[in-house]
């Protein structure tokens, strides 16, 4: 190996160990132990368990800014082959970790036409970007 390429095989080396220490994205479902502690970069996914054909929808209340930005709309996924028309399936969100900080991610399962009454479910999760 000649001298200049030697000189970039450590730092390249030395930066492609320090990415390998912090996952890329950390996946966040209903079971998942709060609170978290994400790094500046990283990405979160939330998956909650979700049935729009009953009218109930997630409502995204706290998005834990400015410490997270959201990646885009919710995602709703239904399961493949399950052979049943109204079946549940998964509600899906992508963030990204912005900049250090602490917040709280604050969901509530309810239908949009009746705000006033009591969600179904509430899903909240104290976060801390470092």
Known sequence: MNPPLR???????ALLGACAHQPGSLELT?????PLTLNVGQ?????LPSNPSTGFRWNLRDAAEPALQSLGPEVYSAPENSGLIGAGGIST???SAREPG???LLLTYQQPWEPDVEPAETFTCELRVK
């Open 7 to 13: 000189l970039l095989a450590l730092p390249t080396l």
């Open 93 to 95: 969100w992508r963030f």
């Open 30 to 34: 209903r079971e998942r132990q709060c």
């Open 43 to 47: 990405q979160l996914i939330l998956s």
């Open 102 to 104: 602490e917040g709280r």
